[in-house]
């Protein structure tokens, strides 16, 4: 079992530039993927970024690609998503999950955590 706990999120202007970490606690001597997904009101959850078990290899969705960067350090078992230039599109429960695979689809996705509120003002 894997435990991930979001922190970082609240009420952004719009450009701002917060970070969002996760923490992973539990079976972390393995090491999954991370992904970040979120969930805006009235809308399905959708792919944001993911990070290879090594860090090595990034992807991200078209809508925040050249804004946000994900980044990991296994040493502390933690992720981040670095979001640059807000947008109030970008309001939405952002949620960090584990896979054991490098995939962008939800299905491919073993552990969540709750998922932390990022509202941007415009």
């Known amino acids: 079992q894997v435990q991930l706990i979001e922190s970082g999120g609240g009420l952004v202007q719009a450009g701002g530039s917060p970070r969002l970490s996760c923490a992973a606690s539990g079976r972390t001597s393995v090491t999954y993927a991370m992904g970040w997904f979120r969930q805006a009101p009235g809308k399905q959850r959708e792919f944001v970024a993911v990070?290879?078990?090594?860090?090595?290899?990034?992807r991200y969705a078209d809508s925040v690609k050249g804004r946000f960067t994900i980044s990991r350090d296994n040493a502390k078992s933690t992720v981040s998503l670095q979001m640059n230039s807000l947008k109030p599109e970008d309001t939405a429960v952002y949620y960090c999950a584990a896979s054991d695979k490098f995939y962008a689809t939800i299905s491919a996705y073993n552990y969540w955590g709750r998922g932390t509120q990022v509202t941007v003002s415009s």
């Open positions: 990070i290879s078990r090594e860090g090595m290899n990034t």
